[in-house]
């Protein structure tokens, strides 16, 4: 989106009673909302970012609640020192630009800070307010898959949806709907894990909500910056019940058996949801980079249903259809974009209405 700096740049100068000519602003990476962000540099050297979350395509309210919930709950999520929700801008802390992702770089940095986030996970669970939180009710589980078949397979594909969906559907739900009500961010990622002072904090939780005990923990173990062995993953689902269980917080039913199936379950929902979000936001959203993330998604994909046997004839259907069809594809696109990058570096560039030599 294209950022409305004119009127932040008023709103935070007005702010701080300042003259707009005296501040910095600098556009920063967003993420996959319609929300932008941007730097602002004071005239005494700190910095602040503001969030421009224009009020007709992103609701800002829940980002202000539970920022402001986790915070006081003693959660390492940045302060919100001002925000004007009728023209969708919020001023917060500036926690900088390392997030946890980038240092992943070797399968033993990725492990250390996988370590460190699960702590931080453990955190949400034992403080994140639940009472104020809207519910991740079976409706809203079951609308996110939907985009699977809508996005991922009619519009992008343009292949049929297999006759084993509602099956799929139901399945995974009764898996999820075992598990206990806990506070989930719901994009647990490296990413969103920022690294200031030397510690972790907290970013992207305007979406949290009441749900399925293990959806964080699954983000984090099946997410975007790491492909772990089937085993790694198992061991990290069984310690994390482990610690759970010891404070009493896990029903006696869920044995180590029953459980990693609830967490698995709740990792293919997402990849699916995933699957089709990514196609969505190439499609109707114009953010074509998604699709590269499709491959490794689908990665994460196989592996959780290899501990659903119940959901081996889906998972044959994606291996023999879906992902054979997806790559040819998702090469198609490259081809395309690829011949788009040479026409426009070969174009002939206007000069006095003459082709540059």
Known sequence: MTLRL???RDWIAHRHDLS???LRLDVVAGDASLRGYCRVGFPDGTTRIVMDAPPALEDSRPFVTIGRDWREAGLPVPAIH???LDQGFLELDDLGDDSLHHHFVDAESARAGTE????????IQHRAPV???ATYTPAFLDEEMER????GLGRWLGIDTPETWPGVKQHLLAQIAALPTVAVHRDFDAMNLMIHRDALWIIDFQGALAGPLGYDLISLLRGRY???PVATVANWIEAFRQQVAAAGDLPDRLDREAFHAAVEAIGVQRQLKILGQFCRLCLRDGKPRYLDWLPHFFAQLDDGLAALPALASFRTWLNEVYHPTMLARLAEHRAKEHRAKEHRANAPHASDGRATP
């Open 6 to 8: 004119d009127a932040l």
């Open 20 to 22: 707009g000519d005296s």
């Open 82 to 84: 001002g925000a004007d």
């Open 116 to 123: 460190r986030a699960l702590d931080v996970l453990d955190a």
């Open 131 to 133: 009472a104020a939180l």
């Open 148 to 151: 699977f078949p809508d996005w």
């Open 226 to 228: 790491q492909h772990w």
